[in-house]
């Protein structure tokens, strides 16, 4: 089982940036995908980026392209989500989860294995 916690979600101004984090309860932390998804209210989720267990791989959304990175620190069993040049239709609950497929298969519908509760990003205008 797999235990995710995100934090650093909050309120920004269009343009802004935030980083956020998902703390990870599990001893091989390194074996897991790890992805960003996000959920606007009345849609569904989202997926943002992925990052492979190592690190050395990474997809993105186009939608944020450019303007966001993942990244990950397994000695720390959490990963990461810097989010900048914010809009405000990105408000949403932001998601990580932790899965065993590759980094493309959430950006094509598939869903991770272990989610975390959701971190709240309002982006005003």
């Known amino acids: 089982q797999v235990q995710l916690v995100e934090s650093g979600g909050g309120l920004v101004q269009t343009g802004g940036s935030l980083s956020l984090s998902c703390a990870a309860s599990v001893r091989t932390f390194s074996s897991y995908t790890i992805a960003w998804f996000r959920q606007a209210p009345g849609k569904e989720h989202e997926f943002v980026a992925s990052?492979?267990?190592?690190?050395?791989?990474?997809y993105y959304a186009d939608s944020v392209k450019g303007r966001f990175t993942i990244s990950r620190d397994n000695a720390k069993n959490s990963a990461y989500l810097q989010m900048n040049s914010l809009k405000p239709d990105e408000t949403a609950v932001y998601y990580c989860?932790?899965?065993?497929?590759?980094?493309?298969?959430?950006?094509?519908?598939?869903?991770?294995?272990?989610w975390g509760q959701g971190t709240q990003v309002t982006v005003s205008s």
């Open positions: 989860g932790a899965g065993y497929s590759s980094i493309r298969y959430y950006s094509s519908g598939g869903k991770p294995d272990y």
């Open positions: 990052i492979s267990g190592t690190g050395t791989s990474t």
